[in-house]
């Protein structure tokens, strides 16, 4: 085997570089990462299955923009194709800095071939044999160089295609975005429009209003002075003398009505042709809602009454029906506002014998009372001082005032800041005027607040009960409840 000698070894090396290294300047400071297969042939490190090339690089992330595209929104698409399009500049910018290191790489290996062909002149034998194999290492890899060079000029075509496809989608994108802010700005100044339209509306129904305002009160304040001017007219003797009048007025009437009452009682019993026998009791009383009915008897033959069963009854206005009311077996009945109306009837038994006295009309309402409960509805909770005779059947001793409150949903019996009895208006709740008779019946009523607890209220005046009675079950029956007394039917 042939040697060759150190002299001779460093003055080829030396004469090598120079003749290489003259011109050439090397794009880094190693030779190209090249490896050699098993026939000596050359393999660029792309052949790695493991490393991707530019080209499904690519690709890879043209789909997956083109798959993101209908998730994204316009702001986000416009962002994405912006970014794609930096990323495919770059990638441009990659490949032209490639194209120009593999010029370089063209010059290099036509030195390095120069170089070798110069060699081989010099040396002979073994080394000579190297220098060829050197040299057709060097021409296979110039043919390697030029196909990636072919590939090189491919990828930058599709990258400069992917570049103008993500520049013109950019644009539509950027146009798109415009659109929607312009059609945004139209219609946030279209809002502004209304919304000052309103305020101007506002304004001016202020204005209408404060001057219409300013204009009753000068009217008010008018006609207050009028109503002074007229007061201060009429003298204080005339106003006491108007009230005399007036209440000497209604005593008359109520003397009147009395004498026709009698009137009207005497000509129905002459159209009955009553017998003796009914004329042992008769009626007495104002047939009208807030007094109190009462069964005399007219005959000293007449039994007496704590002797008789007695049983209260109402009768349409036809006389057709009757119907009991449970609890009204006393001489005296007090009637309720169930009862307006109606025609109330009595039948008394002694000894086997019955007598019927009826009514001589309808109970007739009492003057004023609709138009009271009118405007005690408006309220929400209305308050009634009362005081407690019975609970639970018991006479109650305290004669304490109580208050009863008849509300919308509830009624509430409370003595001061104690709460005797507090229940919505249900199924269980009972409300009647009392039917146990007594001096004060038209001025007590009889109040089951739920089984197990009943109590009998007395009220200041007749007005007041009806008033209390007729305006729970109006509250009660906004709730769906028909408030009434035992065994009561709904009223027709």
């Known amino acids: 085997m042939t ?10 090396q030396k004469d090598a570089v120079l003749a290489v290294s003259a011109d050439v300047a090397f794009a880094s400071s190693r030779f190209p990462n090249y490896k050699i297969g098993a026939t000596n042939q050359i393999l660029d490190a792309k052949d790695d299955p493991k490393v991707l090339s530019m080209k499904e690089v690519v690709a890879r992330e043209t789909a997956l923009l083109l798959e993101q595209q209908k998730r994204l929104s316009v702001r986000d698409l416009a962002s994405k194709f912006e970014k794609g399009l930096a990323a495919a500049a770059k990638l441009s910018e990659e490949a032209r800095l490639r194209e120009a290191v593999s010029l370089e ?22 080394n000579k044999d190297d220098v060829e194999e050197a040299i057709a ?23 400069k295609k992917l570049a103008n496809f993500l520049k013109q989608a950019s644009e ?33 129904h202020e204005r209408m209003s404060r001057a219409l ?36 007025l209604r005593m008359q009437l109520a003397e009147k009505s009395k004498c026709s009452l009698q009137l009207q009682k005497q000509l129905a019993r002459s159209r009955r042709g009553e017998q003796s026998i009914f004329q042992l009791f008769e009626l007495d009383g104002a047939e009208a809602l807030g007094s109190c009915l009462r069964i005399n008897p007219c005959s000293d ?95 109650h001793t305290s004669e304490s005032i109580h208050v009863l409150h008849v509300g919308k949903m509830r009624m509430k019996l409370r003595k001061g800041k104690l709460t005797i009895a507090k229940e919505y208006y249900s199924t269980s709740m009972q409300l009647c005027g009392v039917r146990g008779g007594g ?6 009523l009889f109040w089951q607040a739920k089984k197990g607890l009943s109590f009998v209220l007395a009220f200041e005046s007749a007005r007041e009960r009806n008033a209390a009675i007729m305006l729970a079950r109006r509250f009660a029956f906004d709730c769906n409840i028909m408030l009434a007394g035992p065994d009561d039917r709904a009223p027709l």
């Open 439 to 444: 001096n004060a019946a038209a001025q007590a």
């Open 3 to 12: 040697r060759v000698t150190r002299d001779f070894g460093d003055t080829m």
């Open 105 to 126: 790489k063209h010059v290099l290996l036509k030195k390095l071939r120069d170089a070798l062909e110069s060699l081989k002149g010099r040396v002979a034998g073994r």
């Open 301 to 395: 033959n007449a039994p007496e009454l704590s002797e008789c069963s007695i049983q209260w009854y109402r009768l349409s206005s036809e006389d057709v029906k009757k119907a009991l009311i449970s609890g009204a077996t006393k001489p005296v009945y007090a009637p309720e506002p169930f009862d307006v109306g109606r025609v109330l009837q009595a039948e008394i038994i002694s000894d086997g014998q019955q007598f019927t006295l009826t009514t001589t009309c309808a109970i007739d309402p009492a003057a004023g009372l609709g138009s009271y409960v009118e405007a005690l509805v408006r309220k929400h909770d209305v308050e009634f001082n009362v005081v407690v005779t019975q609970m639970n059947g018991l006479d």
């Open 137 to 159: 290492m060097v021409e296979a890899l110039a043919v390697q160089l030029s196909l990636r060079e072919g590939e090189l000029v491919q990828e930058k075509a599709e990258v």
């Open 213 to 248: 305002g300013k204009q009753d009160l000068e009217e008010l304040m008018k006609e207050v002075q009028e109503a002074r001017r007229i007061k201060m007219l009429h003298q204080p003797s005339k106003v006491m003398d108007m009230e005399h009048e007036l209440r000497a």
């Open 172 to 204: 539509d994108a950027k146009k798109l975005v415009d659109e929607e802010r312009a059609y945004a700005r139209a219609e946030i100044e279209s809002a502004r429009a209304t919304v000052q339209r309103v305020e101007e509306a506002l304004q001016e």
